[in-house]
């Protein structure tokens, strides 16, 4: 099962943030995680809902980078 954090650093590489082989910084991190965080609440305005029984208007959980997440 694949970890938030995995789905922060593929991202990373892809956009050229950070290399191969190499880490993202705890800020760089930090600040994926809140990205990532916001991704999925605007999606979940948006109709797709990865928070099965909560209203629009109730507020989804926050993902720690130790999650999985289900690709």
Request: no cysteine; net charge negative.
């Amino acid at each position: 099962m694949i970890t938030v954090s995995d789905i922060i650093d593929t991202a990373y590489r892809k956009i050229g943030v950070v290399g191969h082989g190499q880490t993202a910084t705890g800020e760089q991190s930090e600040a994926g995680l809140g990205a990532f965080n916001a991704m999925l609440q605007g999606w979940r305005l948006d109709g797709l809902d990865f928070y099965s029984g909560l209203s629009v208007l109730d507020d989804a959980p926050d993902h720690a980078a130790t999650d999985t997440f289900p690709l």
